[in-house]
Structure formats: structure tokens, C-alpha cells
Nanobody
């Protein structure tokens, strides 16, 4: 059974870079048919898709985040990471990593990230 677990700072200062890592067990991010994504949910708001990395390493990002989002892979550790630059307090929320395929998905439990000075 696949498990996904985020790690990273829970507090980031405004204008700095938010960095999270998702460690995957029970599946390979390189050979899987799934795609690997980052999603977030600000308090009181809906889920927002941020970006995806496919098993071949190709990445796609939400246009709403512009060029501030970067997703990388660490294949030897079976991890993928998120970097979001120039964060603002409005980007406080719960951040999730997940794997998705047609008709199915698996999520991490989520990690709270607060953007505050």
C-alpha cells in the first residue's frame, strides 16, 4: 500500500521560499503509471492544484502561480519536492502531496504551513 509523507518547515516568512518534500513508500515515482502532485488548501477555502511531476520527470504547474512554483524529484530517495518562492501570508494553509491516476488517487495526511513574520 502506498504511503506519502510530507516534511518541511511549518513556518515560513513572507517573501521567502516555501520548501516541502514528499517521501513515497510502496510505489516508485519513476516507474509508476501515476502522476505525483502538490495541492494546498487555505483556511476556509477549497483545494488548489499547484503542480504535477510525471513518472518521466516532466512537470506542469498551475498558471495561477506563475513562475513561482518548482517541483523536483530525488529518484534515489523516491521523493519529490515543492518549492514556492515569494510567499505571502495568504498562502498559509494545509499542503498535500498525492499520486493520481484515472479514477483513483492517494493522498498524504497534509502538513500545515503558516506564512508569517
Amino acid at each position: 500500500q502506498v504511503q506519502l509523507q510530507e516534511s518541511g518547515p511549518g513556518l515560513v516568512k513572507p517573501s521567502q521560499t516555501l520548501s516541502l518534500t514528499c517521501t513515497v513508500s510502496g510505489d516508485s515515482i519513476t516507474f509508476s503509471a501515476y502522476a505525483w502532485i502538490w495541492i494546498r488548501q487555505p483556511p476556509g477555502k477549497g483545494l488548489e492544484w499547484m503542480g504535477v511531476v510525471a513518472s518521466d520527470g516532466s512537470t506542469y504547474y498551475s498558471p495561477s502561480l506563475g513562475s513561482r512554483t518548482f517541483i523536483s524529484r530525488y529518484t534515489s530517495k523516491n521523493q519529490f519536492s515543492l518549492q514556492l518562492t515569494s510567499v505571502t501570508p495568504e498562502e498559509t494553509g494545509v499542503y498535500y502531496c498525492a499520486r493520481i491516476f484515472v479514477g483513483t488517487d492517494d493522498w498524504s495526511q497534509g502538513t500545515q504551513v503558516t506564512v508569517s513574520s
